[in-house]
């Protein structure tokens, strides 16, 4: 049923109310931690946060444009 799938939901909400109202509204303002001033008070508040890392391990290959040809 529908209430089968929303339950992983409400038992989060249920668990740590105050750390997933914070999730639901970073994600409807489209809050990026790692900018300021959001990263500032993270950092003052003493939480640790994991940060995306900006630059990303691609093996060896470029990450920038690639160009292809079609015959």
Do not use: C
């Not at 109310?17 to 001033?37: C, K």
């Amino acid at each position: 049923m529908f209430f089968d799938e929303l339950t992983p939901v409400f038992r989060e909400l249920a668990g740590h109310p105050i750390a997933f109202l914070g999730g639901l509204v970073s994600g409807v303002l489209r809050l990026n931690l790692a900018d300021d001033p959001v990263k500032s008070w993270l950092d003052q508040q003493g939480g640790v946060a994991s940060y995306p890392s900006t630059a990303s391990t691609t093996n060896g290959k470029n990450s920038g444009p690639q160009s292809i040809s079609i015959e």
